[in-house]
């Protein structure tokens, strides 16, 4: 497990303002563009819901920031603990005017979470402008029990009603806490948070094994039976991987 010591309870909140824009955004926009845009308000460690409702324009406070809620994007940066194995739904309700939610490594490094994802693929995407009528989409991803997922959410309004809602349900239908499962890493921890989340599978007697199945040990060093570490060939090594004096 990973000590709270290094993981929080909460996300991260960056909202950027932009000009001159009077219609839909490019997906583009969405995906990495928005990076290039002013920063005007960041949070982190929010405990809350990823839910933002303002019927018209003015400045708001919402997740400890006070903010103008026309010509924005927001960016929501966490890592969604996923306690049982099985298909999750994403769901968003209504937005106005538009959100692209990334998952996994499409939404950032878990090293990096400054960065954004190895591709452009997302989960759920949905963007309308000014007429706010009903708009349910919904998004089926299969995650694993035990995992912390990256999860970025980037959510635009041009102006006037800013509405966004995001919903998760598990496995069993029943929605997710978000005020639970949702957690930040501090800066200073990404380094930690790597090493704690790297995974050895194992073989049949639950020995930490290699890509080859080649047995390991905890710093991923091929071991002999005895739990000595050796060469690619058997040969046992010291913990520099020379061979030692017989």
Not at 78 to 104: C, H, K, N, P, R
Not at 167 to 173: A, K, T
């Amino acid at each position: 497990s990973i000590p709270s010591t290094v993981l929080q309870q909460g996300f991260d909140v960056n909202i950027y303002t932009f000009s001159s824009v009077t219609t839909l955004l490019s997906p583009s926009v969405y995906t990495s563009e928005y990076k290039s845009l002013s920063k005007v308000a960041s949070n982190y460690g929010v405990v809350s819901s990823i839910y933002l409702n303002a019927l018209s324009a003015y400045t708001m406070t919402n997740w400890g920031m006070t903010f103008w809620n026309s010509d924005i994007i927001i960016e929501i940066l966490t890592y969604l603990y996923v306690e049982v194995s099985g298909i999750y739904i994403f769901q968003t309700f209504d937005t106005d005017d538009g959100v692209m939610i990334f998952i996994a490594d499409n939404a950032f490094s878990c090293c990096d979470s400054t960065g954004i994802g190895s591709s452009n693929e997302y989960i759920l995407y949905s963007q309308k402008l000014y007429a706010r009528v009903t708009d349910f989409v919904d998004s089926n991803v299969y995650l694993t029990a035990g995992g912390y997922y990256p999860l970025r959410v980037i959510y635009y309004n041009l102006e006037i009603a800013a509405i966004l809602e995001l919903v998760i349900l598990d496995p069993s239908g029943s929605e997710v806490n978000q005020h639970k499962a949702l957690f930040n890493v501090p800066p200073s921890s990404q380094t930690e948070i790597c090493e704690l989340m790297t995974v050895y599978p194992t073989n049949s007697d639950g020995q930490p094994t290699n890509s080859d199945g080649l047995p390991v040990n905890t710093n991923g060093q091929p071991t002999n039976s005895n739990g000595a570490a050796t060469h690619s060939n058997g040969q046992q090594t010291n913990s520099d991987g020379a061979a030692p004096n017989r």
